[in-house]
């Protein structure tokens, strides 16, 4: 589906070439939505119960600033790494948003689980890339998801609107959806490539295990990794995974300004770039090990 | 209709010992369980210890009191995984495929039945982690528990069990009536990480609703904090009425889970053909 038509065709052809790739996508995308419209009740509250680890934050961070003095020797608000009482509410409402992009539930296992079972036939015998079709369908996910997700997150991001101090400026929200668009990117890489390990080693469980501990904890989800001292702050800084969660939040409330937030960007897009290779390198040998049992 | 009682411990004993025998059957899955469990409580404690780098305490709980408070919530919550999580888990997909037919079956209790028949042996890591931090806590605190504080910690764990044991076995008889069950553990995490902090973090008009709502609708918040005061905290009026409030608590919620239990068991139809 991802791959463009070989022959040189006429305009006219190229056109009904992309009609028909344009509505075979329209049509996944249509029966997804479906799909996901009938639990809509269901679904809503699911997402409006993801909520509620934050309550407890609010009132956790809210006993911890109220042992620090309210101002400082410099005479700012009581802040822990310029993070104040709000903004750090602020942060892991954010972060909720970052996740919203960067988290893959069953992608990694979904691949290994087609290496084990045999399903990665059904793509090797049809004109289809495997990782090109799971991306689209991963895409097409993620809009149902934001769709249905939108009003839930309004009315919570409405509710705790005094923890915001407005609106960032134009740049910084640009960059800040870009930002999330890149979690997206590295996000899907990170995890299809650790399922593609499935080509080698056919139980991928523990492995996800383990990246889904590192995730959790380095990836910003439990505190902004600004608070960690020296060593383990440059350690979380050089591995990409505080890129899911904290880093997008972190921009939209400014923490990471000017040139250090156009590096640090570019340093992710590096990432993704690199991650792209590592991928299509382990498919391309992956597949050549692959034996298709079961299918 | 003349049958014998089962001997119910004997029953339970065997029910622990198969769980230890297909555990050790596939050691390394149990050793990998044992230790990625071990990596989240690591994991905990590394967050709190940062927490605990820009302030010296939360709500009233210094480092190693709130430590040792944290280890109580481990020891808990590892005797509620080892003995029940499996099986509540195991129980939704007894419904769902209609498997439930076959415990309803056996000449026992179906609750004990269905409550007991797995072991996770491995959650027991956790319980171990606890004990450690307990102690190294209360070294660090420099107390040593007098003997009714080691006679009266172990009763409220205990009593702290049985509250969860409670919410889990009412959420998981739920799914007799609601048909699936895909929220239960969702349910169970939401509801019990009210319990994981302090009761004396929820100040404020909202704060104190909640303390209300999760002290005396849903006893959460006594499980943790009435073992955890008993050791950690100067008693006083206030707290021992808690504490007598927790056994309270751990009873009526065992009689009004058995009551929902029961009563959904009246709404079963099997689903199998």
């Known amino acids: ?295 | 209709m003349h049958s014998e009682q089962p001997n119910y411990t004997q029953v339970f004993l065997t029910f622990a010992r198969n769980s230890l025998i297909r555990d050790m059957t596939f050691r390394w899955d149990f050793i990998i369980q044992a230790v990625s469990s071990l990596c989240w409580m690591l994991m905990n404690l590394g967050f709190y210890l940062l927490i605990f780098q820009y302030t010296k305490e939360i709500s009233g709980w210094s480092k190693y009191q709130f430590f040792l408070f944290m280890a109580t919530t481990m020891i808990i919550n590892s005797l509620v995984q080892t003995f029940f999580m499996p099986n509540a888990a195991e129980f939704s997909e007894l419904i769902r495929t209609g498997g439930l037919d076959f415990a309803l079956l056996k000449p026992i209790d179906t609750q004990f039945l269905i409550s007991f028949r797995r072991v996770e042996w491995a959650s027991m890591s956790n319980f171990v982690f606890g004990l450690g931090l307990l102690s190294f806590s209360l070294w660090q605190l420099e107390v040593m528990p007098t003997w009714w504080q080691v006679l009266l910690f172990p009763v409220f764990v205990f009593c702290g069990v049985l509250i969860f044991y409670s919410l889990m076995i009412t959420l998981a008889a739920t799914s007799i009536w609601l048909g699936r069950n895909q929220s239960l553990y969702n349910f169970w995490f939401y509801i019990t990480n009210f319990s994981r902090y302090p009761l004396e973090i929820y100040r404020g008009p909202y704060g104190s609703w909640l303390q209300w709502f999760f002290t005396f609708l849903i006893p959460v918040l006594v499980v943790v904090n009435v073992p955890a005061r008993l050791l950690a905290q100067e008693m006083d009026r206030q707290k021992w009425g808690l504490t007598a409030f927790a056994v309270f608590a751990a009873v009526m919620s065992l009689l009004a889970s058995r009551w929902i239990f029961q009563s959904a068991l009246g709404s079963y139809r099997s689903a199998s053909s």
């Open chain 1, 1 to 295: 589906m991802a791959s463009s038509p070989e022959v040189s065709i006429s305009p006219g052809e190229a056109i009904t070439t992309w009609k028909n790739w344009f509505s075979t996508h329209w049509t996944i995308l249509k029966i997804c939505l479906e799909e996901r419209l009938v639990y809509r009740g269901d679904f809503a509250l699911g997402t409006l119960m993801r909520f509620l680890p934050i309550v407890t934050q609010i009132f956790l961070w809210s006993a911890v600033f109220s042992t620090l003095p309210s101002t400082n020797q410099n005479g700012e608000a009581a802040n822990i790494q310029g993070y104040t009482y709000h903004q750090f509410v602020a942060y892991y409402l954010l972060t909720m948003i970052s996740r919203a992009f960067s988290s893959m539930p069953g992608l990694a296992s979904g691949i290994a689980k087609d290496i084990r079972e045999g399903a990665v036939n059904k793509y090797l015998i049809q004109p289809i890339d495997m990782m090109g079709f799971l991306f689209l369908n991963r895409v097409a996910h993620k809009l149902v998801y934001y769709l249905m997700a939108a009003a839930p997150f309004a009315l919570v991001f409405f509710l705790c609107r005094d923890f915001f101090s407005g609106w960032p400026p134009t740049e910084t929200l640009l960059l800040f959806f870009l930002s999330l668009i890149f979690a997206f990117l590295l996000g899907f890489l990170i995890e299809a490539t650790i399922g593609l390990i499935g080509f080698w080693f056919l139980e991928v469980g523990s492995l996800l295990f383990i990246y889904m501990l590192l995730n959790f904890f380095f990836s910003g989800h439990m505190f902004p990794i600004d608070m960690l001292p020296g060593f383990w702050r440059t350690l979380v800084e050089l591995i990409p995974l505080h890129y899911l969660a904290y880093f997008p939040a972190a921009v939209f409330l400014g923490q990471i300004e000017g040139d250090a937030l156009y590096r640090a960007l570019f340093i992710e897009a590096c990432w993704i770039i690199a991650l792209l290779f590592i991928n299509r390198i382990a498919f391309y040998y992956g597949v050549r090990r692959y034996s298709g049992y079961g299918g």
